[in-house]
């Protein structure tokens, strides 16, 4: 029984990162380069300037990434690297230099799917996480609900008809001028607020749907302040806030909630950047606790992009010997 190190690559947005993982489990080192001080004063993700930056960080991150490890290329099973969904700039960097390396040593090359990568990550800190499991992947990108029958079969209940989870966040907090990136602005603003105190919209949908829709909610905010402007009232940036966060959480739990219900469910695995965030934790949690089923979530560093996820899953594909030729190709829009 060999251990199966794996270098992997991650470069699908705005943070440039390599890890190595061993046996899809440990991970020997984790490096992340976040390009978030660059783009901040433009409220988002800008293309270019992430192209440009994943350019100058990858190599320094990549050998930081063995050196952490303590190893060299020719220690390694296997490079892996996303190959979507993300900006096409950025993931052209990552897989450019992970087939480099795969081409240089002669190692297998493995693509990955960047939302598995968010799913999988919670294999990191919780090896024994008791399958089928109904999964909830939430970033900046997709609003994914899964039922996850073992570790590579998991089927597609719903996902978000428009704007995803984190994308509401970040589109929230521009309009509330909290900065960038939202998600963390919102929830610390909403700690000084009343999620009581404006009745925003819950987007349920209809009645047999696992499907989202957030972007009428962040219309909503904007209709709100809006009014309160032109009657010259004042806007009471936390209560908007909280209001907001609860109508998220509030469709989030309610649509888990509905798994658990409907199949049968023996643990509840979060992931993605929002899944960062404690309000969501928590009340999904509470909700759980009466139905004694567990809920997972990943380490905060696990939670947002990293390659040590990336690491984990084409662990799985390697043991598969799912391997891909060197012309395989960024793709923007990769569905599970
Ligand atoms: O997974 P991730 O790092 O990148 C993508 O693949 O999109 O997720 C980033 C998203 C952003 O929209 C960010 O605002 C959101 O996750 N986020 C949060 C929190 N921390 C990050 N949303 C709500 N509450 C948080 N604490
Ligand atoms: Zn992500």
Known sequence: ????????????????????????????????????????KYGGV?????????????NPVVKEALDRAGLTFKDLDAVACTYGPGLVGGLLVGLSAAKAIAYATGKPFIGVNHIAGHIYANFISHNDI???????????????LLYFKNRGEYKILGRTRDDAAGEAFDKTARVLK????????????????????VDFPRPFLEKDTFDFSFSGLKTAVINYIHNRKQRGQEINVNDVA?????AVIDVLVSKVIKVTKKLPVKSVI??????????????????????????????????TDNAAM??????????????ND???????NLKL
Not at 20 to 33: D, T
Not at 184 to 190: C, G
Not at 310 to 323: R, S, T
């Open 1 to 40: 029984n060999k251990n199966v190190i794996i270098l992997a690559i991650e470069t699908s947005c705005d943070e440039t990162a390599a890890a190595v993982v061993k046996n899809g489990v440990e991970v020997l080192s984790n490096i992340v380069a976040s390009q978030v001080d660059w783009h901040r």
């Open 46 to 58: 800008v293309p270019e300037i992430a192209s440009r930056k994943h350019l100058e960080f990858i």
């Open 130 to 144: 008791e399958l089928p499991a109904a999964c909830l992947t939430i970033s900046g990108g997709h609003t994914d």
């Open 178 to 197: 909290l900065g960038y990136p939202g998600g963390p602005a919102i929830e610390k603003a909403a700690r000084d607020g009343n999620p009581r105190a």
């Open 242 to 246: 909280a209001g907001f966060q609860q």
């Open 270 to 303: 979060l992931s993605g950047g929002v899944a960062a965030n404690r309000s969501l934790r928590s009340q999904l949690q509470k909700e759980l606790n009466y139905r004694n089923i567990p809920l997972y979530y990943p380490r905060l560093e696990y939670c």
């Open 310 to 323: 990336i690491g984990v899953v084409a662990y799985y594909q390697y043991l598969k010997g799912d391997f």
């Open 326 to 332: 060197l012309s395989l190709n960024a793709e923007a």
